[in-house]
Structures are given as C-alpha cells and as structure tokens.
C-alpha cells in the first residue's frame, strides 16, 4: 500500500527556518515529486518540485527561499525552507506531480508567528 509520510512541521518566528520530510514508497522516490501546501480556507496549491532528472522549480512566492531536494537511498523528499513569513503558515504535503489524489498522506503543519 502507497504510503506518504510528511514530518517536520512546527511553529517557527518569521524569519526562521524549518526542514521537511516525506518518505515515499521505494517505487515512487524517482518519480516526478512535489510539495503542496494547504492554508485555512484556501485551495492546495504546488510550491516546489523535483523531476526524475533533479530538475528542480518553484512557486514564485517561495522561489530563493525553499529548496526541494531528495535523496533516492533514504526514499527521502526534502523541502529546506528559509526566511518564513506568516504567509507560509499552512499544513504541507508530498505528492506525485500531478498528485495522486487516492495517496494524499496527513501532512506536516507549519506555523510562522511571533
């Protein structure tokens, strides 16, 4: 069974940084992956993602201060994201991209407040 965990949520000041997980099944770490993210009372929407070449891009509101990377041995997806404002504050996922939507996992909240 396809399982997608997220970690590494938390409460952070703006201006902090914070580093998220997603394990992925074995078969998918190659895949085309993304980071989504959900805000109260708005859509998910795709911030970051990783081809199977490594080939990395970024919403606009995040470009410069996230990073999506991965790391196929760990079955591993990571978002590294700095210089977080109150505007980031949602709860983030992994996917598939496009996503899967029978696969979605819980997600990780992260919350930027002072």
């Known amino acids: 069974q396809v399982q997608l965990v997220e970690s590494g949520g938390g409460l952070v000041e703006p201006g902090g940084s914070l580093r998220l997980s997603c394990t992925t099944p074995?078969?998918?770490?190659?895949?085309?992956m993304g980071w989504y993210r959900q805000a109260p009372r708005k859509a998910r929407e795709l911030v970051a993602t990783?081809?199977?070449?490594?080939?990395?891009a970024y919403e606009d509101s995040v470009k410069g201060r996230f990073t999506i990377s991965r790391d196929n041995a760990k079955n591993t997806v990571y978002l590294q994201m700095n210089s977080l404002s109150p505007e980031d504050t949602a709860v983030y996922y992994c996917?598939?991209?496009?996503?899967?939507?029978?696969?979605w996992g819980q997600g990780t909240q992260v919350t930027v407040s002072s």
């Open positions: 996917n598939k991209v496009p996503p899967q939507s029978q696969f």
């Open positions: 074995a078969i998918w770490i190659r895949n085309y």
């Open positions: 990783i081809s199977n070449r490594n080939g990395t």
